[in-house]
C-alpha cells in the first residue's frame, strides 16, 4: 500500500529553504523602503520674501470684495487701514454694511477685506421704513451717509414719525433731488 508523502524525500518540496526565505525578506525590505520613500511629506515650496518687494515699492496688493463701488485688486502704501483700501475701491456701495468692516483694522500684503451687504435689506430688498429703520439701516438707501442717516434719526426723534416722504424735506440736507433719489428705496407706513 501506498502512503501519501507530502514531501518529496529530498525534503525541499512545498518548503522553503534558506535562499528563498532571504530572498523574500530582502523583497519585503525593498518594499517597505519604497513605501517610506515615496510615503514622505514633500518639502513645502519656498517662501516668497514680499517683505523685500513691499519694502522697494512701499506699497502693498489688497483683494477687496463685496460692495464696495470698484471691487478687485487694490494698491495702498504699507501701513494703511481697511478704511483706506476701501477708499481706494472707491467707497461703499449702496446697501454695504458698514457696521461688519472694521475700519481701523490694519492690512497686510494679500490680505482680503469683505464688504458685506446690509443684513435688512438684503433679507427681502424691501424698501426702508424710514420710521423704524437705525441710523446704519438708513446708511443703505443710496446717496445717505452717515451724517445724513444720524439727521433723519434725529429729526424723527425730536419731531415724530414722518406722515409723508415729503416730510424728509424738513431734514437738513434733503433736497428735491436727493429725496427724488431715495423714493424708490423708502417706505412711510
Known sequence: MAVFQPFDAGGTTGRMDRVQWVAAAMLVVV?????????RPLSPPPAVDTVQETAATGTITVHVAGLVIRPGLVEVAVGSRVADVVEAAGGFAAGADRTRVNLAAPVVDGQQVVVYPNLV????????????????????????????????????????????????????????AKLAAMRDFIQIP
Open 31 to 39: 518594499a517597505a523602503g519604497a513605501g517610506l520613500w515615496f510615503g
Open 121 to 176: 435689506t438684503a433679507i427681502d430688498d424691501a424698501p426702508v421704513v424710514v420710521n423704524r429703520a437705525t441710523a446704519a439701516e438708513l446708511e443703505s438707501i443710496p446717496g445717505v451717509g452717515q451724517v445724513l442717516a444720524n439727521r433723519i434719526v434725529s429729526y424723527r426723534d425730536k419731531n415724530g414719525f414722518f406722515t409723508t416722504v415729503e416730510d424728509l424735506l424738513d431734514v437738513a440736507g434733503i433736497g428735491e
